[in-house]
Nanobody
Framework: QVQLVESGGGSVQAGGSLKLSCAAS????????MAWFRQAPGEEHEGVAA?????????IYSESVKGRFTIDQDNAKNSLYLEMNNLKPEDSGMYYC???????????????????WGQGTQVNVSS
């Protein structure tokens, strides 16, 4: 059973930065597609970014965060990261780390494609 534990959330002002971390159990990060999702109150889960299993060469971003967020992985630490810069109030929400059972991130934005989920870490961006 893969376990995912997020950390790094917090409260920042617009324009600020945060770096989220996701610690995975087992040898997960290097093998499977992993992603960050977020959910604002009353909203559906939204795919933020994904990275294919392997050496992390293939990275995918939603249009709303492209150029501001960076997804990365550290296979040695079995960890996934999300560097968030120039944060906006609309970036606020609970951020979740998710993992598939396969390497590739086809339909990366679909919540149902991910089998393992963390408990989430809260991000609040004030204007």
């Amino acid at each position: 059973q893969v376990q995912l534990v997020e950390s790094g959330g917090g409260s920042v002002q617009a324009g600020g930065s945060l770096k989220l971390s996701c610690a995975a159990s087992e040898n997960t990060v290097s093998r499977v597609c992993m992603a960050w999702f977020r959910q604002a109150p009353g909203e559906e889960h939204e795919g933020v970014a994904a990275i294919e299993g392997g050496v992390g060469e293939v990275k995918i971003y939603s249009e709303s965060v492209k150029g501001r967020f960076t997804i990365d992985q550290d296979n040695a630490k079995n960890s996934l990261y999300l560097e968030m810069n120039n944060l906006k109030p609309e970036d606020s929400g609970m951020y979740y780390c998710a993992a598939r059972r396969s390497r590739y991130c086809v339909y990366w934005y679909k919540r149902d494609e991910y089998y393992y989920w963390g408990q989430g870490t809260q991000v609040n961006v004030s204007s």
